[in-house]
């Protein structure tokens, strides 16, 4: 079974550096992009950027470039997506999800993670 | 980046009726590599069409989606219960500049 399991919420405060991480198992983890979505509160999708865990190729959003880091670790099944300096407006649910065709880039996602709340308040 | 815009923003149905949503994209989107997506509050979004017109695995068949180019229609033949959620759809094929989601139609219980 195809799972993607994410890190806890988290609570932080403006301008500290989080990192939050989605594992993925029963399946080959390597062959397949994952990507990252953000919705914030009340609000719909945001496309962040997809990375592609065989080799961490990255494409991000022009929206998130040079805003968020999209990494991975193959060794560990895990995908990450981190930021440097936390703002006020980061607050959000942040879900990983997987491409749902193998080595392909353009895909629909189609096995999601259960979504990580970052909140960021002083 | 092709903007999508989804009509009606809102939708008021009974069960049972036939719900028609409507995904428009600034420009022609590239081998209909169009997706909806189904959410309920509280979850993750639920894939139920790729490439425009293929049902993702374990949707039911009143779910349908059509279309191409610039135009495509999600269509649920007979509302069910469970179906009252927000919808999205999504295009994928502007590799670099990678994909977008348009803003959701809510299909909630007249």
């Known amino acids: 079974e195809v799972q993607l399991v994410q890190s806890g919420a988290e609570v932080k405060k403006p301008g500290e550096s989080l990192k939050i991480s989605c594992k993925g198992s029963g399946y080959s983890f390597t062959s397949y992009w994952i990507g990252w979505v953000r919705q914030m509160p009340g609000k719909g999708l945001e496309w962040m950027g997809i990375?592609?865990?065989?080799?961490?190729?990255?494409r991000y959003s022009p929206s998130f470039q040079g805003q968020v880091t999209i990494s991975a670790d193959k060794s560990i099944s895990t995908a990450y997506l981190q930021w440097s300096s936390l703002k006020a407006s980061d607050t959000a649910m942040y879900y990983c999800?997987?491409?749902?065709?193998?080595?392909?880039?353009?895909?629909?996602?189609?096995?999601w993670g259960q979504g990580t709340l970052v909140t960021v308040s002083s | 980046e092709i903007v999508l815009t989804q009509s009606p923003g809102t939708l008021s149905l009974s069960p049972g009726e036939r719900a028609t949503l409507s995904c428009r994209a600034s420009?022609?989107?590239?081998?209909?590599?169009l997706a909806w997506y189904q959410q309920k509050p509280g979850q993750a979004p639920r894939l139920l069409i790729y490439?425009?017109?293929s049902r993702a695995t374990g949707i039911p068949d009143r779910f349908s989606g059509s279309g191409s180019g610039t135009d495509f229609t999600l269509t649920i033949s007979r509302l069910e219960p469970e179906d009252f959620a927000v919808y999205y759809c999504?295009?994928?094929?502007?590799?670099?500049?990678?994909?977008?989601f348009g803003p959701g139609t809510k299909v909630d219980i007249k």
């Open positions: 999504q295009q994928y094929g502007s590799s670099p500049r990678g994909s977008t």
């Open positions: 420009q022609s989107v590239s081998s209909s590599y």
């Open positions: 490439g425009a017109s």
């Open positions: 999800a997987r491409l749902i065709s193998p080595h392909m880039i353009a895909g629909a996602f189609d096995y």
């Open positions: 990375i592609y865990p065989g080799d961490s190729d990255t």
